[in-house]
């Protein structure tokens, strides 16, 4: 704090703030959040296939399943309903729980583009039981440079 001292009566006493300190530390908060910012990922991190002809997806999906490859899972990947780890036995119990409060019955696919073939097919047979009949297919934009 800045603060003046009355000299023989004739100035009254002023005092200002010293403002430069709040200044660095806004400036510190101000980087941390712009670093900090992009990193922070919603959903689980899948290497997702490239598409050409793209779709835009809705900012906030009611329920997205993730299938993410992993070598260490004897199925060779892992399966999540909205980030909420499940089994292929529990699959379609947790996507009739997730749908029961959604009036939309979409349902988002988010898989890894290293799974087989075969794995696919028999997740969407899972989620054709569960009731679900309209699957989007969630990708990243082809590049002009190629795959």
Known sequence: MGFSLPTQGKE????????????????????????VTPLIQKGV??????????????????VVLAIKKNAQDPKGFLLYVNQDKVTMETLQNALEEAFLTVADKKLYLKADQDLEYGNI?????????????????ITEKKTEKGY
């Open 12 to 35: 009254p006493i002023r005092s200002e703030p010293n403002v430069v300190p709040l200044c660095d530390v806004l400036l510190v908060l101000l980087i941390i959040f712009m670093i």
């Open 45 to 62: 991190d899948v290497k997702l296939p490239n598409a050409q002809f793209t779709v835009n997806m809705p900012e906030n999906p009611d």
């Open 121 to 137: 097919v028999d997740l969407i047979d899972v989620i054709r039981a569960s009731g679900i009949e309209i699957v989007g297919i």
